[in-house]
Antibody
Framework: QLQLQESGPGLVKPSETLSLTCTVSGGSISSNNYFWGWIRQPPGKGLEWIGSISYSGSTYYTPSLKSRVTISVDTSKNQFSLKLSSVTAADTAVYYC???????????WGQGTLVTVSS | EIVLTQSPGTLSLSPGERATLSCRASQSISSSYLAWYQQKPGQALRLLIYGASSRATGIPDRFSGSGSGTDFTLTISRLEPEDFAVYYCQQYGGSPPITFGPGTKVDIK
């Protein structure tokens, strides 16, 4: 059974860079058929897709965050990562990692990790 | 960007009742790229329906999806206690971004 687990700091200061890692277990991240994505959910609000990456490193991002987002993959560690720069309080959210296929259906999700932006 | 609208915002029903959830897109989307998810507190999101009407692996047959173009529906034929949750629709319109609807909460009446 594939499992995904987010990790990283739960508190980030305004203007700094948020960094999270998703560790994939029970399967390989190096699959031609899948992409690995980040989604976030501000407290009490809905889901926002941030971006996705293939095992080969091809990325695509939501336009509203593109200038601040970098997603990378480390196949040797079976992990992929999110960096979001110049954060503000509006970036406070639960951040989820998930797998999706070419039809962009997300079939496996992590439990999510809350990141709070505050000084 | 394709915007998804879900209605109602909250649906208050009793176990055993039928739930009908609506998802409307701001422009026509391919049925192949419409999915539904269930979210419960403290749990990972769960894919229920993909391709508008296909059940994901392990999903009970009381869950069904239908629709095309701009109007899609998730139906839960008889609510079980574990079905009280928030439900999201999601689309992929063929180019970024992927978008989700705002969600419908199904709670116990």
């Amino acid at each position: 059974q594939l499992q995904l687990q987010e990790s990283g700091p739960g508190l980030v200061k305004p203007s700094e860079t948020l960094s999270l890692t998703c560790t994939v277990s029970g399967g390989s991240i190096s699959s031609n058929n899948y992409f690995w994505g980040w989604i976030r959910q501000p407290p009490g609000k809905g889901l926002e897709w941030i971006g996705s990456i293939s095992y080969s490193g091809s990325t695509y991002y939501t336009p509203s965050l593109k200038s601040r987002v970098t997603i990378s993959v480390d196949t040797s560690k079976n992990q992929f990562s999110l960096k979001l720069s110049s954060v503000t309080a509006a970036d406070t959210a639960v951040y989820y990692c998930a797998r999706h296929d070419s039809a962009r259906r997300f079939d496996y999700w992590g439990q999510g990790t809350l990141v709070t932006v505050s000084s | 960007e394709i915007v998804l609208t879900q209605s109602p915002g909250t649906l208050s029903l009793s176990p055993g009742e039928r739930a009908t959830l609506s998802c409307r897109a701001s422009q026509s989307i391919s049925s192949s790229y419409l999915a539904w998810y269930q979210q419960k507190p403290g749990q990972a999101l769960r894919l229920l329906i993909y391709g508008a009407s296909s059940r994901a692996t392990g999903i009970p047959d009381r869950f069904s999806g239908s629709g095309s173009g701009t109007d899609f529906t998730l139906t839960i034929s008889r609510l079980e206690p574990e079905d009280f949750a928030v439900y999201y629709c999601q689309q992929y319109g063929g180019s970024p971004p992927i978008t989700f609807g705002p969600g419908t909460k199904v709670d116990i009446k």
